[in-house]
């Protein structure tokens, strides 16, 4: 595993068939260790331990369709009324985030129409603010607290 730039964060890990498998806080099951499974993880942590996202508002690995075709968005955050308000797309650490990474939340948005698109390979986070009005993004200095979403 690869530090990371996030907080600690209190993570389950067992060894099951000599695989990795790391305890995932929102499916609440055990899923199989990769390096961008490490980094979804710290995240999730990151905003439900230190952002205040409600667990029961994040959901991981969201089907969205587009041009016919399944896609999975890696994390995404509903506000209190139910609506898709935050995109997390996670990279493995050595993925360098670039503009086609943006582009493919940016896609992803095509259909969930969030106000934030949040970009990281745990090394890097990039945070996103969508201006619906003028169909430009705003770059955010840090990860909005979920009261602000």
């Not at 308000?85 to 493995?92: F, Q, V």
């Not at 969030?114 to 993004?137: E, F």
């Amino acid at each position: 595993m690869q530090d990371l730039n996030f907080p600690a964060a209190d993570i389950k890990y067992k060894t099951e068939n000599k695989k990795t498998l790391v305890f995932d806080i929102i499916r609440r099951k055990y899923v199989v260790m990769t390096p961008e499974e490490q980094v979804r993880q710290y995240l999730l942590h990151y905003l439900v331990n230190h952002l205040k996202y409600p667990p029961g508002l994040l959901a991981v690995e969201t089907l969205v369709k587009i041009n016919g075709l399944n896609q999975r968005a890696d994390v995404v955050a509903y506000n209190r009324k139910g609506e898709p308000a935050l995109i997390a797309e996670c990279k493995a650490p050595e993925v360098k985030i670039d503009n086609s990474v943006f582009e493919q939340a940016a896609r992803y948005n095509l259909k969930l129409g969030v106000k934030h698109l949040l970009i990281t390979n745990g090394i890097k986070h990039y945070c996103a603010q969508l201006n619906k009005k003028k169909g430009t993004y705003k770059l955010l200095r840090a990860i909005p607290l979920f009261d602000e979403l």
